[in-house]
């Protein structure tokens, strides 16, 4: 769950088949975190206009300010996770 909301704090807007092939993940993996994200009230979702069977998911604004915290704690620039997200933002 956490590499995917990283995943949505540097990209933006994503719907779950961009996830997917961003993060490299199975699609019920990110199924799973994004719902379970959005349960939680970590990820907003609005209707895609482009294609109305897909919705776009972004983090909410406070959990980009709480993610700073959490990600102090448990994210690590220098594992694999970390160095994957900073590939992925170059």
């Known amino acids: 769950m956490k590499f995917v909301a990283k995943m949505l704090e540097i990209k933006g807007e ?17 199924r ?8 939680d009230g970590y990820l907003e979702s609005r209707h895609y206009w ?3 069977r897909k919705r776009l998911y972004s983090l909410e604004v406070a959990a980009v300010e709480d993610s700073k915290t959490v990600n ?18 170059q």
């Open 50 to 52: 482009k294609d109305a």
């Open 14 to 30: 994503l719907t779950q088949s961009d996830l997917v092939e961003e993060t490299l993940l199975p699609a019920r993996t990110v």
């Open 72 to 89: 102090s704690n448990v994210y690590d620039p220098d594992d694999e996770i970390g160095r994957e997200c900073r590939e992925a933002n």
């Open 32 to 39: 799973y975190a994004v719902n379970t994200l959005e349960d």
